[in-house]
């Protein structure tokens, strides 16, 4: 079965099985893959499954576009061998039909892994104080366009926030984030835009 893996800055967050004929991209919350960040369109692309088991990425006249192997393309296939980026995601489509060996066998169960605890982002002053963020998504962006802006990326069971755009740098309890982000921690203290924001666990 063709499945899509989901990466950002190096970091897989997602694996989605194309069982259906079309799976969209884009900003807007009605797509099937939401990416929550300023360089992505709203519909940006979509991935068309053909009859024969082969995967297409089609263009939607997207802002910033869809590159393939580094290539901006309006459409082409795609396998295992390809790198596709939207804005600073990355995504590969793979068969993730894994055959049974003896060894696999023989191997001792995998660990169930523990639910992933919930998170939010809490608005501390400004004109929105009191206004609470639920951290539901792969990634979650906030902040000012034009001023500045983070994301909030969760892996698993870890949340790490990285500097989007912006002029004004992000701080993370007083420390200046750095360009490959920094862990978030329950009850760390955000200070984006002149606007402090609480990360919590909950």
């Not at 991209?25 to 499954?49: K, Q, T, W």
């Not at 869809?66 to 995504?91: C, F, H, K, M, W």
Request: net charge neutral.
């Amino acid at each position: 079965m063709p499945t899509l893996t989901i990466a950002l800055d190096g970091r897989e967050l997602q694996r989605l099985p194309l069982t259906r004929p079309r799976t969209t991209v884009g900003r807007r919350p009605y797509n099937d893959i939401v990416m929550e960040h300023l360089a992505v369109s709203g519909e940006h692309a979509v991935f068309v499954l053909q009859p024969d088991g082969r995967v297409q990425v089609l263009d939607l006249n997207s802002t910033n576009g869809t590159y393939v192997n580094g290539r901006a393309v309006v459409s082409a296939d795609v396998g295992p061998d390809d790198l596709i980026e939207i804005a600073r995601y990355q995504l590969r489509v793979i068969d993730d039909a894994t055959p049974v060996t003896a060894e696999a066998t023989t191997a001792p169960p995998p660990t169930v892994a523990q639910p992933a605890r919930q998170a939010r982002l809490e608005v501390l002053d400004g004109p929105a104080a009191g206004r609470t963020v639920a951290l539901t998504k792969a990634a979650t962006t906030i902040g000012k366009p034009g001023v500045a802006v983070a994301t909030v990326t969760r892996t698993g069971a870890d949340y790490v926030l990285t500097q989007a755009a912006g002029e004004r740098p992000a701080t993370l309890n007083g420390q200046t984030i750095g360009p490959t982000g920094a862990p978030l921690h329950d009850g760390d203290v955000i200070v984006l835009a002149g606007t402090r924001i609480r990360f919590v666990l909950c």
